[in-house]
């Protein structure tokens, strides 16, 4: 039978998602832990690779297994093998045709930035940190320009592996909490390191650094090394997986945190 499960995880401790030769990967640690409850090899697929630093707060992944348990046995059973920065939210039976990756229509991410003169000591691997000023604003403005269908050349990594840099953004939004501005974007899909390569033209403008239009005139050049920085990984967060109702897939049940930190 094939279970798709929901993941959460503080990326700080780990290299990425996905499994490697060396260093510790989510994708590993809660492979493990679903085998043993399993007693059989298992083989996660996600519906997006994280790199490293970045966390998730729904993260979905499914796999294939001969094993019969409850569904409340295999987030269990798992978490008790798992160390306490990552854990199976859910799990449950699905058809055969469910593809945690292929099967998704939308995916939405949140940024946080920590905007004040001194940095965090407790949240020092959980947000980014910006010690100057923001215009908000002008940011906001600036992401408004990014929406709809475009050919993201100019925001995915020089290694990105997509056969095709267009994606479409449906929404791109700011909101101010106190010191902490955040940045959530959903879209159907996106491309390595998109989100931290938007943030990173978002935050130019934002310092005054570069112009309002300067967002639109990256997105036409389609050329990665006049984008500007990429923002740190540890302000990411994977937050919401979308799939068509017939899967019947469970969505997060809150989306304010981080706003009331």
Not at 247 to 254: A, G, K, R
Request: proline fraction near 4%; include cysteine.
């Amino acid at each position: 039978m094939r279970i798709a499960v929901g993941i959460e995880y503080d990326g700080a401790g780990f290299i990425g998602w996905q499994s490697q030769d060396h260093g510790r990967t989510v994708q590993q640690c809660v492979e493990a832990a679903l085998g043993f409850v399993a007693d059989e090899n298992i083989s996660l697929q996600c519906a997006g690779r994280t790199d490293t630093g970045v966390h998730a707060i729904h993260q979905v992944a499914h796999f294939d297994t001969s094993a019969e348990r409850q569904p409340h046995s295999w987030a269990f059973g798992a978490n008790s093998r798992l160390d306490a920065d990552a854990n199976v939210l859910w799990a449950r039976e699905v058809a055969d045709e469910f593809h945690a990756r292929f099967s998704a229509t939308g995916r939405a991410y949140r940024y946080v930035i920590l905007n004040r003169p001194v940095r965090s000591a407790t949240l020092a691997r959980k947000v980014a940190w910006e010690c100057r000023p923001l215009d908000m604003d002008s940011m906001q403005h600036a992401a408004t320009l990014l929406v709809g269908e475009h050919d993201f050349s100019a925001f995915r990594s020089v290694g990105c592996q997509a056969k095709s840099p267009v994606r479409r953004i449906n929404h791109l939004t700011l909101t101010r909490s106190g010191d902490y501005l955040v940045i959530d974007v959903h879209a159907n899909a996106f491309l390595q390191h998109m989100v931290r390569n938007i943030v990173g033209v978002l935050l130019e403008i934002g310092i005054g650094k570069q112009p309002v239009e300067w967002s639109a005139e990256v997105l036409e050049m389609r050329d990665r090394t006049l984008g500007g920085v990429t923002a740190p990984a540890e302000g990411l967060y994977l937050v919401q997986v979308d799939y068509p109702v017939a899967f019947n897939i469970p969505l997060p049940q809150s989306l304010q945190w981080p706003l009331c930190l």
